[in-house]
């Protein structure tokens, strides 16, 4: 799975793939935007060029090789496996002879929404629904024409069927790869009809991971497996405050180390250059630094809660707000007051971040596990002072992405550049753990105040939720897409579009200032406002001396995929049924990235406070399904994901200093700790929606309902810590 | 100069034998199927069997691996047909699969020492190899699977 070497001016002259075959190329203007003006904070302002190149997505080998070039990272969610899917559905390919080779930059391959080459928010089935489907079909559609041309037959009497046109009447037959150079000199259709879903024959069935065998044997390539000719590696110190800068270095003793040959102060630290990861670690130990470091040298996690509970007392920025919420809380039978927090937490992919880059003068090579690759092209360029398409990155297969790997400042391309061109020499730049785990672009903390209000007959009449936490998108050039009167979208997402059916509500926002690098973190918004909604809502369900899977059920009357996948999941989980004695089960909700997913967690407490999660049921409509099997697998790894941030870790700073430095003291949920976990997918021909994040939101509060259930003390604080 | 009989092979490392051997593989010897995830012993990322034993490379120094037989995640089996490696494919495992091979490699010294292990055996077993895409419930099911596959003679 290699980076393609076709050259985009190859195919746009000819049509032809090197070597000989069919390379499909797509105009698809009706399902591509103009590139979006962009900048990167403080670094750089581009423009990426609003032209409509050809897309090309499949290339037909002579020798039958049917190659997939695909435009999202593979990072764990079987993109390489569910997009080939759609073209060779249409294409009525061989699936035996796929193969997925990883799409070079080019605005081609721009996501058709957000204009940007990308993998994120949960789109890319979604986002590509359409578009490789016609892919697909436009290529069957060529092949059958250069099959009855050959034959001199006409077309409607044609057929493809494994990799082959088929002529019924008189029995011929070719293979894709024999017509392939004839249908390389046709014309592409203009009208691509898409198959009737009843007529699937591949989409929604469980299919096997093209990736799999690969990653058994020790093959598959990440990033930090790539080595080139003459490259070294290098790890980089930096501030150990954010923001700091280096005031005075002594780099003698590090490059006494054997296999070190370069100390070099870039703009993010000090780089140590050597012949390889280990000398590189040891020389780092040895550099002596003095840090200014600069204005957040005072920060701390306690400072902060303090901060954010007292601004929580006071009206934000109104992002909704429906009938009168004040009102309905004064006249309400019964109300209750509520406030949530959540943490800073890291994304601590098992691949620590890592970027190769070969520095030429009028050209630059990249290799790494990107989620942004129009970003970090622009960002390499203008580090570089090169013009973008004399940039190319490689994209590798990612050892995990959750977020990390699309930053908005490309923070760990451009660094990786500015050492290349310190170095003189290709290198790769290898971040540790602790590294990982102590450089920021963390999911925000998130403070909440919660108020609700139930009338006589304990229905909800009233909801209020304030949110404080900082912005991910201001001063990104997401900015103008995701902030709106001042409230970035994604901080209010899943509590602004609450869909329970109560008269009185609103979700105001404050967002302070702080000097710590924040990011999108798998499920993003909806990894907080999911917790603080769902627990709360268990919380005005005994208010009101409701049970909570019933009051969720009265309340979603108006959303009957929700609903559905809430009777679901209680049957599945026999809610209301009795338990083994300390055991609880709690039930929890979540709207997102336009997936409906509910979940039910059943728990017990040990004495020493311990939290045991049994058993996780999960019901999930999101929409026509492609691969089921990777369905089940996302809602799986979210509810791990989710666990572990419920269960486990914080990252907290004191002094401006972050606490935590690896597994140790931010640990994850491991194998003995892993719940069993049932998966059902509620079937559905509507459109596609997103499966990789919507698993994680529901298991916190699921958890926490559970621990209420079990032993009747409340969580209201992430991790969970009930000793 | 450092010699390790490697996957069956003898290959000569020149390197600070203080070196861990997790980097020695993957940087001398180019076997990067080994991976790097904490450097602590923490996470199993590096895991790779030392006379059959599994052990985390990443804090093994490698003048303690010379002389041992090491063998790691390309030595597994010739063509995927390790049990284990069969019953991964069955049950598609994997997600980004960063943490596969040392997953596959504590798996094998399970399986060897245990053919049938219980649920119980199999969390004590993998307890040491985070999966950050929570594989678990998966790895779980293959390891049974393996073990069956074991016992119907798929074994190398």
């Known amino acids: ?87 060779a559905e249409e294409l009525e390919a061989d699936w035996n002879k796929i193969k997925v080779e990883s799409a070079p930059v080019d605005q081609a391959y721009a996501h058709p929404v957000f204009g940007i080459q990308m993998t994120g928010g949960s789109t890319s089935t979604a986002s590509e629904w359409e578009r490789f489907r016609k892919a697909g079909a436009t290529a069957r559609i060529m092949l059958i024409a250069a099959a009855a041309q050959n034959w001199k037959v006409g077309p409607q009497s044609l057929r493809a069927e494994k990799g082959n046109v088929i002529h019924a009447p008189s029995g011929r037959q070719a293979s894709f790869g024999s017509l392939a150079n004839l249908a390389a000199t046709l014309t592409p259709p203009k009208d691509v009809p898409l198959k009737d879903p009843k007529d699937f024959k591949l989409i929604g069935k469980p299919t096997r991971r093209l990736d799999t065998p690969a990653k058994l044997n020790g093959s598959a390539q990440f990033g930090l497996d790539v080595q080139i000719p003459g490259m070294m590696t290098a790890v980089v110190l930096r501030p150990p405050v954010f923001g700091g800068k280096v005031l005075s270095l002594n780099a003698e003793k590090a490059k006494a180390i054997a296999g070190v040959k370069d100390v070099l102060q870039v703009p993010a630290g000090v780089a140590v250059i050597a012949t ?89 090579e990249i290799w790494t596990g990107t989620q942004f690759q129009t970003v970090d092209r622009m960002a390499a360029a203008t580090t570089a002072g090169l013009k973008p398409e004399q940039v190319q990155i490689h994209t590798t297969l990612l050892g995990g992405g959750f977020g990390r790997r699309a930053n908005p400042a490309s923070d760990f391309v451009i660094e990786a550049v500015q050492v290349a061109k310190a170095a003189k020499v290709p290198v790769k730049v290898v971040w540790t753990r602790e590294d990982d785990i102590r450089g920021g672009w963390y999911r925000p903390m998130w403070y909440d105040r919660m108020r609700g209000g139930v009338d006589a007959n304990g229905n909800p009449v009233a909801w209020t939720h304030t949110i404080v936490g900082q912005s991910i998108m201001q001063g990104t050039m997401f900015e103008r897409f995701g902030i709106k009167n001042g409230i970035d979208d994604s901080s209010v997402e899943g509590a602004a579009d609450l869909l329970y059916g109560i008269p009185n509500l609103q979700v105001d926002l404050h967002t302070p200032k702080i000097g710590v690098p924040v990011q999108w973190w798998r499920s993003v918004g909806h990894s907080h406002n999911g917790f603080a909604v769902e627990a709360f809502f268990d919380e005005l369900a005994h208010a009101g001396g409701k049970d909570p899977y019933q009051l969720r059920h009265t309340l979603l009357a108006s959303q009957p995929r929700m609903r559905a996948v809430l009777d679901l999941v209680a049957q599945k989980s026999s809610w209301g049924k009795p338990l083994p004695a300390g055991r609880g089960r709690g039930i929890a909700t979540h709207f997102s990235f336009d997936s409906y997913v509910a979940q039910v967690a059943e728990v017990s407490v040990e004495k020493n406070g311990d939290v045991r999660v049994h058993r996780v049921f999960c019901a999930v409509d999101c929409g026509q399904v492609v691969n089921p099997d990777t369905v089940k697998a996302q809602m799986e790894g979210g509810i791990i994901f989710g666990l572990t941030a419920a269960l486990k870790d914080e990252i907290t700073l004191e002094q401006g200093r972050v606490n935590q430095r690896n597994f140790h003291d931010y640990p994850m949920l491991r194998i003995n700790e892993a719940p069993e976990i049932e998966v059902y997918i509620v079937p559905s021909t509507e459109k596609p929606t997103g499966v990789g994040e919507p698993g994680v939101p529901p298991v916190a509060p699921a958890v926490a309902n559970a621990i209420f259930a079990a032993t009747g003390k409340r969580v209201r604080r992430l991790p969970i810590r009930l000793s | 100069m450092i010699t ?39 996470c199993g990322a590096c895991t790779v069997h030392l006379d059959g034993e599994a052990i985390r490379s990443c804090v093994k120094r490698v003048s303690d691996a010379a002389g041992k037989e090491i063998t790691t995640i390309e030595g597994l089996s010739p063509d995927l047909g390790h049990p284990l490696q069969k019953a991964w494919m069955e049950i598609d495992v994997p997600q980004c699969g960063y943490c596969q091979s040392g997953q596959l490699m504590s798996a094998a010294a399970l399986l060897a020492e245990n053919s049938n292990p219980s649920d119980t055996d199999i969390d004590e077993g993998m307890a040491g190899n985070i999966c950050r895409c929570g594989t678990y419930p998966r790895i779980r099911r293959a390891i049974h699977r393996a073990a069956e596959i074991k016992a119907q003679g798929g074994a190398k």
């Open chain 1, 276 to 364: 390889g990861f280990w000398p590189a670690k040891l020389g780092r130990e040895q550099l002596e630094i003095k840090w200014d470091d600069g204005p957040n040298a005072g920060l701390s996690t306690t400072g902060m809660r303090q901060q954010y509970a007292t601004l929580a007392k006071t009206q934000g920025l109104v992002a909704r707000k429906v009938g009168d919420p004040a009102g309905a809380l004064a006249g309400a039978a019964k109300t209750i007051t509520a406030e949530y927090e959540v943490p800073y937490l890291a994304h601590a992919m098992m691949e620590p971040l890592n970027c190769v880059v070969d520095l030429r003068a009028d050209h630059c």
């Open chain 2, 4 to 42: 390790l009989k490697v996957n069956g092979k003898q290959l000569n490392a020149d390197v600070d034998p203080a070196t861990p051997l997790l980097w020695v593989l993957r940087e001398t010897l180019g076997l990067t199927g080994t991976k790097y995830g904490c450097g602590m012993a923490l």
């Open chain 1, 1 to 87: 799975m290699s980076a393609t070497t076709i050259k985009r001016r190859d195919f746009l002259k000819t049509g032809a793939a090197v070597g000989g075959g069919l390379l499909i190329s797509l105009y698809l203007p009706e399902l591509a935007k103009a590139g979006v003006t962009a900048s990167s904070p403080g670094k750089s302002k581009f423009v990426e060029p609003a032209t409509f190149a050809p897309n090309a997505f499949i290339r037909i080998g002579t020798d039958d090789t049917i190659t997939v070039i695909v435009n999202k990272s593979e990072m764990g969610q079987g993109v390489y496996t569910s997009l080939p899917m759609l073209i």
